[in-house]
C-alpha cells in the first residue's frame, strides 16, 4: 500500500496586487495531508490561513490575487496547473470546503432540500429520488434530529449549529478525500463548537475523509488533529504531532499561542494575548517577521531571515527560529 499523502503543498506563493506593489500573502508553504489525518493550521488573524485554504481550492480572486509560484498536489494532481473546468469537477467531488458563517454559503431562497440534492445532482448522476434519499441520510449522519422534515425548510428556520451540520453535510455528499475547513466553529457558542468539532472527528473516521481545519485557537487543535502547522504572517513558523506542539513547544510565537489559550477547566475568559500584531504582508524586508513581537529577539534576527530546522531529538517537529539551529536546516 503506498502512503502517499492526498494534499501535497509545496512552496505556495499567493499574492496580491495592489497600486503599492506585490503583496505576499503566503510566502512559501509547504505541508501535507495524509489520508485520513486530520491536520490543523493555527495562527492569528491575518497570517494567511484563509489565503492558503482559498488557493487550494483555486479561489482565490483574480485579480488582485494570484497564485505566483510552488504546487499544490492533490493525489499527485498538480492543481495550480488545472484549468478552472477541471476545478469545477475537483471541487466539491475531490475537495470540498466548509466556512466560518454557513449562512453566507446558503441560498436564503431555496429549501435545505433543494440545496442538497443540486449539490448532489450536480456531481453524480443519479435521479431526484435516489439523490433525496442520499440527501436525508447525510443530513441523519450529521446528527440532524427530523431530516425528512429540515429537507424542507429555509436556512433561517435553523439555528447557527444546525445550519453548520448542513453544510457538512453538503461537503460531504459526494465523499471527497479532502475536506478544508476553515474555521467552522468560530461563529458558534462554546457548547455547540464542540459538538461540530466531535462531529466532524467522528465522520473523519467513519468516511476516512482526511480534514484540514484550520483554526486560531490552539484549544480546538488539541480537540481534533493529529499534526498542526502553525503560521505567522504567510510563513509556516512550527510544524509538529498535536502531542508535541503541546509539550514541546519551540517558536516563541507558539509559546505565546499557547499562553493565550484558555483554561477551561478553570472558565477563565483569555488572559494572556501576545503583544502587538501580525505584520502586513510584505512589510518586513529582511529578518524574522516576528522579531518586533519576539522576547528572545537577537541581532541577527534582524538581518537574516530564519529557515526551517528540524527539532534536536523530536520527530517529524520542525521550527523557524535560530534560538534551535543546532538540528539543522530543513528548507529555507
Ligand atoms: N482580496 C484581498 N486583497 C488584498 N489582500 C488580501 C485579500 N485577501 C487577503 N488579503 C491579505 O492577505 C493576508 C492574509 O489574509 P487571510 O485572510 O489569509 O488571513 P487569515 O489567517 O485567514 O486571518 P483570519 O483569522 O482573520 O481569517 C492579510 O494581510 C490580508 O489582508
Ligand atoms: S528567529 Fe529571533 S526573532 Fe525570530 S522567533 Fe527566533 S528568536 Fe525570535
Ligand atoms: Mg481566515
Redesign the pocket.
Known amino acids: 500500500m503506498t502512503n502517499a499523502p492526498v494534499l501535497d503543498v509545496k512552496q505556495l506563493r499567493t499574492s496580491?496586487f495592489?497600486e503599492d506593489g506585490e503583496?505576499p500573502?503566503?510566502d512559501e508553504v509547504s505541508f501535507s495531508v495524509n489520508k485520513g489525518e486530520i491536520l490543523g493550521i493555527v495562527?492569528?488573524?491575518?497570517?494567511?490561513?484563509?489565503?492558503?485554504s482559498?488557493s487550494i481550492m483555486k479561489l482565490?480572486?483574480q485579480p488582485?490575487?494570484k497564485i505566483v509560484g510552488g504546487e499544490i498536489l492533490l493525489n499527485g494532481e498538480n492543481l495550480v496547473a488545472s484549468s478552472e473546468k477541471r476545478m469545477r469537477e475537483i471541487r466539491g467531488n475531490e475537495v470540498a470546503m466548509i466556512f466560518?458563517e454557513p449562512m453566507t454559503s446558503l441560498n436564503p431562497l431555496f429549501t435545505i432540500g433543494n440545496q442538497l440534492i443540486e449539490g448532489i445532482k450536480i456531481h453524480t448522476k443519479i435521479g431526484k429520488k435516489e439523490a433525496f434519499q442520499q440527501a436525508v441520510d447525510m443530513l441523519k449522519l450529521v446528527g440532524l434530529p427530523r431530516a425528512e422534515q429540515i429537507m424542507n425548510d429555509y436556512p433561517h428556520q435553523l439555528s447557527g449549529g444546525m445550519r453548520q451540520r448542513v453544510m457538512i453535510a453538503m461537503a460531504l455528499s459526494c465523499h471527497p478525500k479532502l475536506l478544508i475547513a476553515?474555521?467552522p466553529t468560530t461563529a458558534l457558542d462554546v457548547t455547540i463548537q464542540a459538538q461540530i468539532l466531535s462531529l466532524m472527528k467522528d465522520l473523519n473516521e467513519k468516511l476516512d475523509t482526511a480534514i484540514v481545519l484550520?483554526t486560531?485557537d490552539l484549544g480546538v487543535v488539541a480537540e481534533v488533529c493529529e499534526r498542526v502547522i502553525v503560521?505567522y504572517a504567510?510563513k509556516v513558523v512550527e510544524e509538529a504531532p498535536v502531542m508535541e506542539i503541546f509539550k514541546n513547544p519551540k517558536h516563541p510565537y507558539t509559546l505565546g499561542l499557547l499562553q493565550s489559550v484558555p483554561d477551561v477547566r478553570e472558565n477563565k475568559e483569555r488572559l494572556y494575548s501576545i503583544p502587538g500584531n501580525?505584520p502586513?504582508?510584505g512589510s518586513i524586508k529582511t529578518g524574522c517577521r516576528f522579531a518586533a513581537r519576539c522576547e528572545f529577539v537577537h541581532d541577527r534576527c534582524l538581518t537574516d531571515n530564519p529557515p526551517l530546522y528540524k527539532v534536536n531529538g523530536a520527530e517529524e517537529h520542525t521550527v523557524r527560529c535560530f534560538l534551535h539551529e543546532q538540528g539543522g536546516a530543513v528548507s529555507g
Open positions: 496580491f495592489s503583496i500573502a503566503v495562527g492569528e488573524s491575518g497570517c494567511g490561513k484563509s489565503v492558503t482559498l482565490i480572486p488582485p490575487g466560518q476553515d474555521e484550520i486560531h503560521m504567510g501580525v502586513k504582508p
